[in-house]
């Protein structure tokens, strides 16, 4: 079956300007996380969507950073006024995740999307 | 705060030789891992979680919570376990993983 997708793969911008970035789950997937990867760094949580429940958005680094998903459908990460520091892989990964699960569901994680922000 | 160190960022080895890539963990609960490992030009995918108890690939992780590691063990490493190798702590409600610096393992001919 169809993993999880993202668009697009690779993403250059100019500072100051805003860029959005997709995520299409595995479909059932009840939950969605997003994480930022900057060069030689480990995975960096931003943002976890479940069900209907009010998204975690612990992780988002600053107030220029936000994320809408529908449903438990796609997602988008909306990155407003980029700056040169925004620059990363930004990863978007899915878990069969039932309300109230004690333990954490293996997170299928899509293949990127690469930003550059000139 | 939940934390994940692995102290090699990369790790050289023969092929043959066994493999030990190190995980330290630092958390206030009961701690969840996993390893996650992204082959070239593949997404990361699980390898292993520790309540598993399962060997994959010739690959296991021990949790220590004396010591609070999850290492990596392969006895004999092969050209195709070459990859980048992150280890991965989840919080108590499994909402969210904390992910080390990763190791990138190279497995020499």
């Known amino acids: 079956g169809a993993g999880v997708s993202q668009s697009p793969s690779n993403k250059v911008t100019e500072k100051g300007k805003d860029v959005e970035l997709r995520c299409d789950p595995i479909s059932g997937h009840t939950a969605l996380y997003w994480y930022r990867q900057r060069l030689g760094q480990g995975l960096e949580f931003l943002i976890y969507f479940q069900g209907n429940s009010a998204p975690d958005k612990s992780g988002l680094p600053s107030d220029r950073f936000s994320a809408e998903r529908t449903g438990e459908s796609v997602s988008t990460l909306t990155i407003q006024r980029t700056q040169q520091e925004d620059s990363a892989v930004y990863l978007c990964?899915?878990?069969?995740?039932?309300?109230?699960?004690?333990?954490?569901?293996?997170?299928?994680f899509g293949p990127g999307t690469r930003l550059l922000v000139l | 705060a939940q934390r994940v160190t692995q102290p090699e960022k990369l790790l050289s080895v023969f092929k043959g030789a066994p493999v030990e890539l190190k995980c330290n963990y630092s958390?206030?609960?009961?701690?969840?891992l996993f390893w996650y490992v992204q082959y070239s030009r593949q997404r990361l995918q699980l390898l292993l979680r520790?309540?598993s108890r399962e060997s994959i690939k010739g690959f296991t992780a021990d949790l220590n919570k004396g010591e609070t590691s999850f290492h990596l063990k392969k006895p004999f490493a092969q050209e195709e376990d070459s990859a980048m190798y992150y280890c991965a702590l989840s919080n108590n409600a499994g909402n969210m993983l904390t992910f080390g610096g990763g190791t990138r393992l190279m497995v020499k001919p």
């Open positions: 958390y206030s609960g009961s701690p969840e």
């Open positions: 520790h309540i």
């Open positions: 990964a899915s878990s069969f995740l039932p309300s109230g699960a004690p333990i954490q569901e293996t997170q299928y």
